[in-house]
């Protein structure tokens, strides 16, 4: 049997961003705010290049179990499909504890300086974009590998998914 090894660990650190730790009391705490939304929005900048090539990388994964797959290599598409999920489950649980504080902060900005609100919630929402895309693409990895999970123990009994569209279309087509 050959393996596929799918180590995500090298994308765990690019996709954890610090908030800043805000301190009401300071008497700089303006230009400490200017200069963490500034910092913040070049890792945002950077995220969203790291986003690019993590979706190349899941694509070039899927690609290459598919490859197996289509030569007869025996893999066990469903650990795959596990290691993925639990990758995807990892991503959702540092998505929401960092666009938590982000919520947090951005109520403490508000109440002392509303004008830095509307920077504030540009900085949520893109991160909260790449956070998504990045969980996504996991999914569609996921979907691609239990599409070939299924194919590869395939009886000819029925139809085989291969993508989140098509689970969509088959549970419309129920309804």
């Known amino acids: 049997m050959t393996t596929i090894t799918m180590d995500f660990s090298a994308f765990s650190g690019l996709w954890q961003l610090s908030p800043p730790a805000l301190n009401v009391s300071d008497e700089t705490l303006y230009s ?15 995220l969203s290049s790291k986003a690019v090539e993590f979706s190349t990388l899941c694509d070039e994964l899927a690609g290459k179990a598919e490859q197996a797959f ?23 649980k540092i998505s929401k504890q960092f666009m938590d504080s982000m919520n947090r902060i951005s109520r403490q900005v508000a109440k002392t300086f509303p004008e830095m609100l509307p920077d504030c919630n540009e900085i949520r929402r893109g991160i909260g974009e790449a956070y998504d895309k990045q969980t996504a693409d996991l999914r569609g990895l996921r979907f691609r590998l239990m599409a070939l999970a299924a194919e590869a123990e395939d009886d000819g009994s029925g139809m085989v998914l291969e993508s989140p569209e098509d689970v969509k279309r088959f549970f419309l087509s129920l309804a």
């Open 70 to 92: 289509e030569m007869g290599v025996a893999v066990d598409f469903e650990q795959l499909a596990d290691i993925v999920q639990n990758n995807e489950k990892n991503a959702q």
């Open 32 to 46: 400490d705010l200017v200069s963490a939304l500034s910092d913040i929005r070049e890792n945002l900048t950077n």
